[in-house]
């Protein structure tokens, strides 16, 4: 598709722009009646289709979006197709629930190529702008029209050389300000935040996301409690993921993000006890020291606008981040299925193959109900009803089959016995109890007041780039989300959250990209068509976050039957949350570029405009840097990780070398234009 053929069809096409008709059937006379005075179609072939759609054989109206269809008529004559743009005064309904506005109808020989896929679809994807909406709308002539498509087409062709800073991230100069204007971007939004909540897609997403961070909770609280001893464990993660994740969403700036522990984070804390033990220092006091220091950092990063940093990054660096968890997320799911084979249980090899079948069971289940929603069977509103809630009914399922197949012994989740802390003191008599909530910080040594600002500069920084590049990715343009966001005001919660947490020997909380991506994701509403999907807006809801984590809160009074929740189940969930997320980032799509038929490349902007031979190298420099956060990540290089994030930035602006200025802002849009996006067919 280019911008000439898109022009030329629209000049050649015939115009209704006044079509009062009422119905599909008087709406197809009058434009093959128009067509016919044109010239455009003889009288005799008028006449035979008007017989055929008496005869109810009338073709589907494909829905182009937002109110825009096409219809195809062919017939048994000669000559090139031709196109009648028509628009009706009130809309029609068409078979599939789509309401239609502007009707395409392309009247041609049998096996004649129209002209629709490549050049009528643009039209619908620009009636997504509100704006061009009512300009099509209140166009008078074909030449008004014309003009506003012309517009929106020039504007699409036109790369954006350099990035537009959103309003979000344009520093103020004056104190406080960013903060301050922060507050006042959401306050009116305030009490939208939870009506708009109350939606069945809200509900949902509730019972996705209380599995997707509850589980989380779990497994990281006990992969902690082994890194430090039992000092922190899973029950102290469960108690900051609730309380964190309630006060998140009450106060933040973009309260669809999801605060978690991340890895980083666990290895982190990890590398501090260790070093704890080796200088013979207390851990709990010292951890409160480094957490204070921390949240002093953070708050003054929102006080002096330093989130407005966050700029320099690009669609380059935030891709790669968000590849990076995704790998992680699926990597890491998979090994735990499998990891039952390496230590077989009581029930030998039986146990591990029945985890497998209920972790990809999981999996597929969760898949093929989201993908229902392009499907032609049964009627939208139970599809968007199975697609909304596949990731529920996949858990629920895969559970019930399970407790169907108790005799096989499938490891459940390890939740706490009782609701206390982990760490188990013993007192000068030689009895143990469980310490106390509060950690006192003056119980450290007096220079590990002072000395602890070195890790925390260290741990301030990978928070600062896990937070604003995970909010980045929320407020992808793709998104559409328009209440704005809070990056300054987020940074100063997460900042008082960290000191709270640490006097409480709770571990720390950050936006977790997965979890966040997919609670986007849940409240999302998509235009299925075609083999596509379109993000068409998002509810943002606080009421969401807010009750997924008082669940989460509120578990703690229901261990018992948590624990009978087969752990596979939850891989399949992380599996199913890691491929999801990965849908829509364009690093996926240039690397399938590799394996995909060079005559069925999809038409994307950047394969259209970029040499081939520099969507490679792009992609392989990009793979590059992915490669080598992954082995940072997992080596004694560690505690460096976030060093190797920010150096993305400055890689990304070496490229200039590579690549001209045009190549990179196709390369590295920060949003797609509206007519070339495409979204996968799976997850």
């Known amino acids: 598709m280019n911008q000439t053929k898109t022009h030329e069809v629209l000049h050649r096409s015939v115009a209704m722009l006044h079509c009062q008709a009422v119905g599909l059937d008087e709406v197809l006379q009058e434009a093959l009646a128009c067509l016919a005075e044109n010239g455009n179609l003889p009288d005799a072939q008028r006449e035979r289709l008007l017989v055929r759609l008496e005869e109810d054989q009338r073709p589907p109206v494909d829905d182009l979006g937002?109110?825009?269809g096409v219809m195809r008529l062919s017939h048994h004559g000669k000559g090139a197709p031709q196109a009648i743009l028509i628009r009706l005064a009130a809309p029609f309904v068409a078979r599939d629930g789509a309401r239609v506005r502007f009707l395409w109808l392309v009247v041609g020989p049998n096996g004649a190529k129209d002209p629709v896929d490549e050049e009528l679809e643009p039209f619908g994807w620009m009636l997504q702008d509100p704006e061009r909406l009512a300009d099509a709308i209140g166009a008078d002539t074909r030449g008004d029209l014309l003009a506003v498509y012309s517009a929106y087409l020039e504007e699409l062709e036109t790369p954006a050389l350099e990035h537009e800073v959103p309003v979000e991230l344009r520093r103020t100069g004056r104190p406080l300000g960013g903060l301050i204007d922060d507050i006042k971007r959401r306050m009116p939004h305030y009490l939208t935040d939870f009506s708009d909540g109350l939606h069945p897609k809200a509900l949902a997403s509730v019972f996705f996301l209380f599995f997707a961070c509850f589980a989380p909770a779990v497994a990281f609280g006990g992969l902690l409690g082994v890194l430090t001893d039992g000092q922190v464990g899973a029950m102290e993660m469960i108690v900051a993921t609730a309380l964190c994740g309630t006060v998140y969403a009450l106060f933040s700036g973009q309260p669809l993000t999801i605060l978690g522990s991340t890895g980083p984070i666990i290895i982190f804390m990890g590398i501090l006890y260790r070093l704890t033990q080796d200088?013979?220092?207390?851990?709990?006091?010292?951890?409160?020291?480094?957490?204070?220091?921390?949240?002093?950092?953070?708050?003054?990063?929102?006080?002096?606008?330093?989130?407005?940093?966050?700029?320099?990054?690009?669609?380059?660096?935030?891709e790669t981040f968000a590849a990076l968890i995704s790998l992680?997320?699926?990597?890491?799911?998979?090994?735990?299925?499998?990891?039952?084979?390496?230590?077989?249980g009581s029930n030998g090899y039986e146990a591990a193959f029945f985890g497998v079948i209920l972790a990809l069971g999981t999996y597929i289940v969760a898949t093929a109900l989201r993908s229902i929603r392009r499907s032609a069977f049964l009627r939208r509103p139970i599809r968007e009803f199975l697609a909304d809630f596949g990731p529920t009914i996949a858990i629920g399922?895969?559970?019930?089959?399970?407790?169907?197949?108790?005799?096989?012994?499938?490891?459940?989740?390890?939740?706490?016995?009782?609701?206390?802390?982990?760490?188990?003191?013993?007192?000068?008599?030689?009895?143990t109890q469980p310490r106390a909530w509060f950690v006192n910080p003056l119980d450290a040594p007096m220079w590990v007041w002072a000395a602890s600002i070195l890790p925390a500069i260290l741990v301030s920084l990978l928070i600062y780039l896990d937070q604003n590049i995970t909010v980045r990715l929320v407020n992808n343009p793709d998104y559409k989300l328009n209440k704005g966001a809070g990056y300054h005001l987020d940074m100063a919660v997460v900042g008082v959250l960290i000191a709270i947490c640490s006097l409480f020997g709770l571990p720390w909380m950050v936006a977790a990209t997965v979890r966040s991506l997919n609670h986007v994701n849940s409240l999302a509403t998509v235009e299925a068509h075609g083999g596509k999907e379109r993000v068409v807006a998002v509810r943002e809801t606080r009421l969401t976050g807010l009750l997924v984590h008082v669940m989460v809160g509120l578990s703690l009074l229901f261990l018992g039957?948590?624990?009978?929740?087969?752990?596979?189940?939850?891989?399949?969930?992380?599996?199913?949350?890691?491929?999801?997320?990965?849908?829509?980032?364009?690093?996926?799509?240039?690397?399938?570029?590799?394996?995909?038929?060079?005559?069925?490349?999809?038409p994307t902007h950047y394969v259209r405009r970029v040499p081939k031979s520099k969507v490679s190298l792009f992609t392989v420099i990009q793979a590059v840097c992915l490669g080598v956060l992954w082995v940072v990540k997992t080596s004694t290089l560690g505690i460096l990780f976030p060093v190797f994030i920010a150096l993305l930035v400055p890689i990304r602006a070496l490229m200039k070398r590579f690549f001209s200025p045009e190549q990179l802002a196709y390369l590295d849009a920060e949003e797609d234009p509206e007519m070339e996006r495409e979204a996968d067919a799976g997850p």
């Open 397 to 431: 399922s895969m559970a019930a089959l399970s407790f169907v197949f108790h005799p096989v012994d499938v490891e459940t989740l390890t939740v706490p016995a009782s609701i206390q802390p982990s760490y188990l003191e013993t007192l000068s008599n030689g009895v």
């Open 279 to 318: 200088v013979g220092i207390p851990f709990l006091p010292s951890l409160a020291w480094v957490g204070l220091w921390t949240s002093l950092i953070l708050i003054v990063m929102a006080v002096t606008e330093a989130s407005s940093l966050i700029q320099y990054f690009t669609r380059f660096t935030d």
């Open 66 to 68: 937002h109110g825009c």
């Open 561 to 602: 039957v948590l624990s009978y929740v087969p752990m596979s189940v939850l891989f399949g969930l992380f599996l199913f949350m890691g491929v999801a997320s990965m849908s829509g980032n364009q690093f996926f799509e240039r690397v399938r570029l590799w394996v995909t038929d060079p005559q069925m490349l999809p």
């Open 328 to 344: 992680i997320f699926i990597v890491e799911a998979i090994k735990d299925m499998l990891k039952g084979f390496d230590e077989p």
